[in-house]
Nanobody, 115 residues
């Protein structure tokens, strides 16, 4: 069982930045594929960014060039640096870990961007 705890959400003005963190339990973090997803009110959960165990990254088109996903294996933590935030980025952001086909989710952290 992998436990994920997100932090770093909050209220920010459009154009501002936030950095989300997700701390994971377990000794196998190096091997987890980690991701950030978000869910806006009335919408389905969608992928924001992924980072593999070898640190390859993938981004939704809407965030390319503005968001950066990274990981610190020594701290069992994955980050999402969000720059040039837009009103439409308002959502609950969830951390996800995949290990041996099993998927785990954090409780989510609210990001609110004021226009």
């Amino acid at each position: 069982q992998v436990q994920l705890v997100e932090s770093g959400g909050g209220l920010v003005q459009a154009g501002g930045s936030l950095r989300l963190s997700c701390a994971a339990s377990g000794s196998m973090f190096n091997f987890y594929k980690m991701g950030w997803y978000r869910q806006a009110p009335g919408k389905q959960r969608e992928l924001v960014a992924l980072i593999t165990s070898s640190a390859s990254t993938n981004y939704a088109d809407s965030v390319k060039g503005r968001f950066i996903i990274s990981r610190d294996n020594a701290k069992n933590t994955v980050y999402l640096q969000m720059n040039s935030l837009k009103f439409e980025n308002t959502a609950v952001y969830y951390c996800n870990a995949v290990h041996f086909g099993d998927a785990y989710w954090g409780q989510g952290t609210q990001v609110t961007v004021s226009s």
